[in-house]
């Protein structure tokens, strides 16, 4: 490939690599020489592509990160994969834009594997508001420069708090960006909904990062996410056994004896637990909260009068 543009392309692939290549290794590959090689390089800089040079009797060529974002480069597959990618991402108007531009540039063999993975998957839109991609960016670079966030946030009743937070991971669950941290002054690790977020600057002091909770923070994560993030916690006494439940509900089930079970249920809504307890078709005790039995005596009076 001895064409200019062609031979640049193929430069530029070599260099995304993440290793340094020598000017003789470079040349070899592109079947030019070490002094074509050098003249490309510095064409790629003056695209905008920093390809940073090593000192030595060798020499060696690597591509680094510049102060913009150049051209990127990919190959059949990454191109599909950043294209489904975004395409179910729902991560509001960035993705949307990243999206389009990648689409229109996306050759036509592409475009029809891209649009027949589309047509075989559903993508359900995610409901309500999403993070915005500067808190994301912000709340990371403060984890890697472990430094204090401090900020506003607003929790599933409205309530608005002040917060300072010592920031450890964010987490992507059920389609949300979450961020869990140690919160100074809970003295305890807490679990935010990144779109509740509202940051301010400038963040606090820098901190020592701790041991995750629980020492695993996907055990953590399980147990917390599962049932402590929701407002509503219902207890259930269920008359069948542990086993009939087994798969067919997102509960903690736990046996009383061979014939009868405690359902305990986390939600935002006391309708949703209604209606996944009828799904059950079980004859069934309200234990906690008298909240819940009310809510039940209100659909069954509604029911009774529509029959």
Known sequence: MRETPGRLLRLLSLLQMHRDWSGTELASRLGVTTRTVRRDVDRLRELGYPVHAAM??????????????????????EAVAVTIALHTSGSGDASLRALSKLTRVLPSRLRHRVAALEASMLAL??????????????????????????????????????????PHRLVSWGRRWYLVGWDTSRDDWRTFRADRVSLR????????????????????LTRTMGREMWPLHCSLRIHAPASEL??????????????????????????????????????????????????????????????
């Not at 150049?70 to 190959?75: A, G, H, N, S």
């Not at 912000?138 to 010592?166: K, P």
């Not at 963040?203 to 996907?218: A, K, S, V, Y």
């Open 125 to 166: 839109p995610v409901r309500g508001p999403v993070a915005d991609p500067a808190v994301l960016t912000a709340v990371s670079a403060a984890i890697r420069a472990a430094e204090t966030l401090r900020f506003d946030y607003e929790s599933h009743d409205g309530t608005s708090s002040r917060r300072s937070v010592e």
């Open 201 to 220: 600057t400038p963040n606090g002091p820098r901190f020592t990062h701790r041991e995750p909770p629980d020492g695993d923070l996907t055990a953590y």
């Open 56 to 77: 030595g009797p060798v020499g060696g060529y690597r591509l680094g990160a510049g102060s913009e974002l150049p051209p990127l480069l990919l190959d059949d597959d």
């Open 246 to 307: 087994a798969g067919r509900v997102e509960g903690e089930v736990t046996p009383i004896d061979a014939r009868t079970c405690r359902l305990e249920l986390a939600s935002d809504s006391y309708d949703v637990v209604a209606f996944v307890v009828g799904m059950l078709d079980v004859a069934f005790e309200v234990e906690s909260p008298p909240e819940l039995a009310e809510r039940l005596r209100t659909l069954s009076a509604r029911y009774a009068e529509a029959t």
